[in-house]
């Protein structure tokens, strides 16, 4: 593993000498930002976010909520309005996490996101939008890769309309976005825009018990917007206020998530292929 921004220098853990644990509200509206290096574990941080989500007592009080609102649609018509016996959270992701049994309930798994879709219905999506109770909450990892800061800055490509009114608009929902973006910057603006929460990963332990896995702490950094914490990492020295956080996963992180995924992409459609070592002709 790389090392860390502390064991680089950019800060100290002292910082965190007074900071509560898991003192981290996720509410709608925030669209929170988990950035660092490579191998900072932003991948397993969105997991142990979203996992705070699927659990009571959280998930229990949004399902009593979106419940409620979805009564009162089906009273006005919308009778599709409907949140199945099985739904017991809210949490909607464009890769596969679960909650684990170290947590003390059964796994919970979060459902599935087509990020395209996040959008409000309009006559140019002819109305293939993902619809979700109130309060959902979304987590897409490698933001980057979907809303790279250059891509829809083109002539020729721009954000769909719905999509540019679903992140004006998706605070009046009480819906919540957790990314995960190696730099925060490198997102397109929209999102940087609404974002005041930036958690950059400074440093990160596992705490093992005869070589199990069974907590991981994540030491963050939180900035107010992307520009401040482009400020801190050019320059650490520099006065950028912050507030230091603390993450504490009680368990197996990886049981939660597979943060070597996207390895798998590498390997689709290869299975007749030969691995290539094809010998240099002598000079």
């Not at 996720?26 to 969105?46: D, H, N």
């Not at 609404?194 to 900035?223: A, P």
Request: with cysteine.
């Amino acid at each position: 593993m790389a090392a860390s921004l502390v064991e680089q220098g950019y800060c100290s853990l002292n910082l965190f000498r007074h900071v509560t644990p898991n003192d981290f509200e996720i509410t709608g509206g925030m669209v929170v930002f988990c950035t660092g290096p490579k191998g900072a574990g932003k991948t397993t941080l969105l997991a142990h976010l979203a996992g705070t989500q699927m659990l009571p007592n959280v998930a229990f009080v949004k399902m009593r909520i979106a419940r409620a609102e979805a009564a009162g649609l089906r009273a006005k018509g919308y009778k599709n309005a409907v949140i199945p016996h099985y739904v017991n959270h809210l949490v909607y992701s464009d890769i596969p996490i679960s909650t684990s049994k170290d947590q003390g309930y059964l796994p919970r798994h979060t459902w599935p996101l087509d990020v395209m879709r996040m959008q409000v219905p309009n006559a140019e999506n002819g109305g293939n939008v993902q619809f979700e109770p109130f309060g959902a909450v979304k987590v897409i990892d490698e933001l980057m890769e979907k809303f790279d800061a250059r891509d829809f800055n083109k002539k020729d490509v721009s954000m769909p309309a719905g999509m540019r009114k679903y992140l004006q608009v998706c605070r009046h929902r009480g819906i919540a976005v957790i990314t995960g973006c190696l730099l925060a910057s490198g997102a397109d603006k929209r999102f940087r825009q609404m974002s005041q929460n930036i958690l950059l990963i400074v440093h990160r332990e596992d705490g093992f018990n005869q070589s199990k896995l069974t907590q991981t702490t994540w030491y963050c950094l939180e900035f107010a917007s992307a520009e401040l914490c482009d400020k801190f990492l050019v320059n650490h020295t520099a006065e950028v206020s912050f507030t230091p956080r603390i993450f504490i996963h009680k368990g197996n992180i990886h049981d939660c998530v597979d943060s070597y995924l996207e390895n798998d992409e590498f390997l689709a459609g290869m299975e007749d292929k030969a691995f290539e070592f094809e010998r240099r002709e002598a000079a």
